[in-house]
């Protein structure tokens, strides 16, 4: 008993420390006796012949320390930086994704935290009175009246005063100065805090009995773990039943972390939020500056922003009070990141509810598979809004059969009628195509040549002046003559934004045009103008890709026109159906809204297609059984759990030989291995790309194998010219 006692008293510290992208969890340090880190406290570290930021990761009390342990030279935090939720949080996701935690922990701190800047808020100075009024009196001149009426300001205030204030008061920096130098007044250092709200505030609507009883049932389980689904088209009220229901977690003093898809963060949805609370709300998106960043994460840290509205990455908040999560359009894919750690922000959320015993709300007029798979397994509950809050007429929706008909860039001849008669009428009309650019490829019409990409198995895609390859972003100049026949016949093929937009223009020459799309829209700020400009009806006829199918108010619109329904539905991934679905149940959504009844027309080569029709005829929900049932008998998620292994190397044969030894270590493992298959896109940016499905009824069974294939990979260093990467619930296997 003693000798154990003692053993105890002489056990060291091993700290196991992380340090960003070193592909490790973590490595082993001492530290000097001075210094006690604690888990989630950042250190300097020296790793191999630099000094590097770490996070503590684990203690480990030991006997012996290795000798040729380094020591911590630097501790940067006295008080854990990454919270214990955030940090547990991270191990899950680690496990879960299979990525080591140095990949993981970064996406928890801003960049200025793993650059090593002191966590806190930014200080500014401010002012007091450092002697009783009485004193200042006497010791300022008696004809010095501003200095009097300053130091009479300052003996009145409760807390220190800035600079700003003061010069807002009307008082100058020269003011300032001669009372500092008569040492009458001191400087404080305080934290820099956003203005208080100064607005009115907009008082709740009145509740539909639907929205009512939502937020009667959410509001009863406050305080437990429990997924909820609020299904309702765009203005069935949604929006209005998160309000209220922050609401009344902001009264129980706690916090909201609110998600919304990229395109979902306008500043009209932050400024709805705004109206209803006085409470500081943060956002967070992928624009801010590192500044904003780490200024919001401090504030939101501190407990002082009290809402949290942010894209994906914004699941990573330290909020200590956290209340209620709610993650508005679940079914976005931009919820999922496509590169490093492959995290689904739904899936991490749902996890975190989970761990901190809180409820989270899914919102979708168009839920994700997964979600209502969940539902039907109650494993969420679903709450339904099917009355429109607004009066909405009933949607036409039509398909234009394009099968033997010639096209105008795209457009059959009854579909150009059906836009005149809506222009004619003073309407606005929508014309929805989801590709970008002039055409796919420009061909040679003698010998169909195609422009390829040289560094990509992929034609170049035509714009307007320049053709440019979507996946490595080259851009060549347009050639006059085919490169195989010398021909000068080249033609563009099929139709993008550009083409049509250009198209409309010559053939409505009397309506104003408005062109939406990633290449028109670089800048947020355009993308807000533009829209504003739609709002208020300055232009007539829309030509737009996705950015426009969710969220925004046109009132004039009756018409919307989907150019090309039929890459949806041949698409080789199994989701591009469901997610063709919900964009046109999105996009059909956009017509008609208010007082003017609407019209969609779906042009498509394929007007029999079984589930077209069932979209149409019967609704999402319908169309969402149908290929739940298919992804059944297919084996396919949400049934089964899915990994796709992706590799990538510059040999082909060297990649070939990675995936078989791969494959004959996984084949052992009790899971089932699909291919090594050729990528979509085979050859990028001059890499071969290839890769591996793997398939499991049981998400554990997959999650271990996956492992187990890690630490091996690890041991076996297989080839050093392979760079692959595990995407875990793949959403896109392209
Ligand atoms: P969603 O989030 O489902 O798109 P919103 O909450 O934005 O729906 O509601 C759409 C419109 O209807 C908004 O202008 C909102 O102010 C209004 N609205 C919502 N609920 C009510 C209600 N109970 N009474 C009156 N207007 C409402
Ligand atoms: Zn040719
Ligand atoms: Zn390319």
Known sequence: MRQSRMAALCMKNIYQ??????????????????????????????????????????????????????FIETLIDESPLLTEE???????????????????LPLALPKKYREGAVAQLPMTEAFQLALPLTEVQV??????????????????????????????????????????????INTVLQPQLPPPPAHELQPSLTLNSEQQEALQVLMAHGHEYRCFLL?????????????????????????????????????????????????????????????????????????????????RAAVFTPMPSLGIIIIDEEHDLSFKQMEGVRYSARDVALMRAHRLHIPILLGSATPSLETLYNVEQKKYQLLRLTQRAEAQKPLHVQLVDLRAQTLEHGLAKSTLNVIKEHLQQQNQV?????????????????????????????HLTLHKHQLICHHCGLIKMIPKKCGRCSSDELIPVGAGTQRIHEFLTHYFPQYTLSRVDRDAMRKKEALELELARIQQGKAQLIVGTQMLAKGHHFPRLTLVV????????????????????????????????AEYPGQVLIQTHEPQHPLLNTLIRKGYDALAQEILLMRRQAQLPPYYYLALIRAQSHDLEQLKQWFQQCKIFLHQLNIEVMGPAPAPLPRKAHQHRMQLLLKSASRKILQAALTQWREWLTINKLNNSVRWNVDIDPVDLS
């Not at 879960?96 to 993981?104: F, G, K, N, R, T």
């Open 231 to 311: 299904q309702g088209v765009t203005g069935s009220g949604k929006t209005e039943v998160y309000l209220q229901l922050i609401q009344s977690v902001l009264q129980q003093g706690k916090q909201a972390l609110v998600l919304v898809p990229e395109i979902g963060l306008t500043p009209q949805l932050v400024a709805r939020f705004m109206a209803r609370f006085h409470e500081l709300i943060m956002v967070i998106h992928s624009s801010l500056n590192e500044s904003e960043r780490q200024y919001a994460w401090q504030l939101a840290h501190e407990g002082m922003a009290r809402i949290i509205i942010g894209t």
């Open 562 to 593: 989907v150019v090309d329904a039929d890459a949806g539905l041949y698409h080789q991934d199994f989701r591009a159906l469901e997610h063709l679905a919900q964009l046109l149940t999105q996009v059909a959504g956009r017509a008609g809204r």
């Open 86 to 104: 955030l940090f547990a949080l991270c191990q899950w996701i680690s496990r879960y994704y299979q990525s080591p935690l140095s990949e993981v």
């Open 139 to 184: 010791k300022v001149a008696p004809r010095a009246q501003k200095q009097q009426q300053m130091a009479a300001f300052l003996a009145e205030q409760d807390k220190p005063v800035t600079k700003k204030e003061l010069q807002q008061m009307g008082f100058s920096s020269a003011v300032l100065k001669t009372l500092l130098q008569l040492q009458c």
């Open 430 to 458: 929508l014309i929805f195509i989801n590709r970008r650019g002039f055409a796919p490829v420009l061909m040679c019409h003698q010998c169909g040549w195609m422009m390829d990409c040289p560094a990509c198995d992929s």
């Open 17 to 70: 420390v992380c340090i960003p992208h070193t592909a490790r969890d973590y490595f082993d340090y001492q530290a000097p006796a001075e210094l006690e880190p604690t888990i989630g406290a950042r250190v300097w570290v020296p790793f191999r012949k630099k000094i590097r930021l770490g996070i503590i990761v684990g203690i480990v009390p030991a006997a012996t320390i290795p000798e040729n342990t380094r």
